[in-house]
């Protein structure tokens, strides 16, 4: 078991660092496991395997130090997001249209910050908007294909696919409001075993109801990603909250931004996702906005990341 006591601020830093390695995997991943699995079926192996690795490496929480309105709202805000998150990568259509979904999601840290200037007392500076802007004109560019931006592609490409994008946003929204509940509510309590073993719960129910379609056999690729995709996130969570407990935060801050741009590489071979140069032109203005956005809250939102 890892000890936050027994690590450097070095030694934890560079734990920490794995986390965006981990996210940067999951779209792909997730993908690979619906291929492979169907949706519900897969999504259910995936949480048994990080349920299993999350308890052995955190164990349960101290339930009678839980908010009440943290346990009620916080935490099935948090099954929410994993919920549609797999739902949106589920409908996408193959593998370009996967990481388009997926760079919604990555709207997600933007999204953090904007929640706790508003909801939680994080002092801003004024670049925060435009930062907000320009993640956001990212996302356009992406969905506008070879046009770059353009708002009537976009639009175009949204009414292609419109459920599984806007359930990508939601994703992101209440992943966003989840870290805001956390901040609040959280008292520095790590929640994610339930949380995951909430999401398995879930999924075998959706499996039971036979919600989600099915192959007629499993795959090798499939079964690899159920491996791989327990692993990475639960892991995520656990050396994340490591390195925010003891490392670098600025950063461990700072790199978690990149995440999109490491999920673009590994969806390029994973996934066989055929990325072109305005997708890659949207992916950096995404990063761009959250990192200008990051840098408008200062040292005020060190203590308020993903998986706190």
């Keep these: 078991m890892l000890k936050v006591s027994s690590l450097t601020s070095t030694q934890a830093t ?22 492979g699995f169907g949706m519900a079926q897969g999504q259910f192996f995936l949480y048994c395997v990080a349920t299993t690795c999350v308890f052995f490496i955190v164990g349960l929480p101290d339930f009678h130090r839980i908010d009440k309105r943290y346990l009620y709202f916080g935490i099935p805000t948090a099954n929410l997001s994993s919920l549609t ?22 709207l997600w840290p933007s999204l953090t910050i904007l929640f706790a200037v508003l909801f ?7 670049w925060l908007y435009p930062g907000l802007l320009v993640a956001f004109g990212g996302i356009i560019v992406i ?26 946003l939601v994703a992101a929204v209440t992943w966003a409001g989840y870290s805001s509940m956390t901040r609040a509510w959280g008292k520095g309590i790590n929640p994610s075993t339930i949380i995951f073993a909430v999401d398995t719960l879930v999924f075998l129910v959706l ?11 499993a795959s090798a690729h499939g079964l690899m990603s159920v ?12 050396v994340w909250t490591l390195g925010m407990s003891k490392g670098n935060i600025t950063v461990l801050a700072a790199a978690s931004y990149f995440t999109p741009v490491l999920s673009c590489v ?4 994973w996934i066989g996702a055929e990325l ?3 997708f890659w032109m949207g992916v950096v203005l995404v990063v761009v906005g959250s990192l200008l956005c990051w840098d408008a809250t200062g040292r005020g939102m060190k203590k308020f990341r993903k998986a706190t």
Excluded: H
């Design 14 to 35: 560079l734990v920490g660092l794995f986390a965006p390695i981990c996210w940067g995997m999951s779209v792909s991943l997730v993908r690979g496991i619906a291929e």
């Design 207 to 217: 499996w039971l109801l036979d919600i989600g379609a099915q192959p007629v056999a």
């Design 143 to 168: 969905l506008s294909g070879d046009k770059g931006f353009s708002v009537t592609e976009f639009v175009a490409r949204f009414a292609e696919n419109p459920v599984s994008y806007l359930l990508a």
């Design 120 to 126: 939680n007392g994080v002092r801003t500076r004024w």
């Design 85 to 106: 998150f797999c739902l949106a990568i589920f409908t996408s259509s193959g593998g370009a249209q996967t990481m388009e979904v997926g760079m919604v999601n990555y």
């Design 227 to 238: 491996i791989f995709g327990g692993i990475a996130v639960g892991m995520a969570y656990v």
């Design 266 to 269: 590994f969806a390029t071979f």
């Design 276 to 278: 072109n140069s305005s």
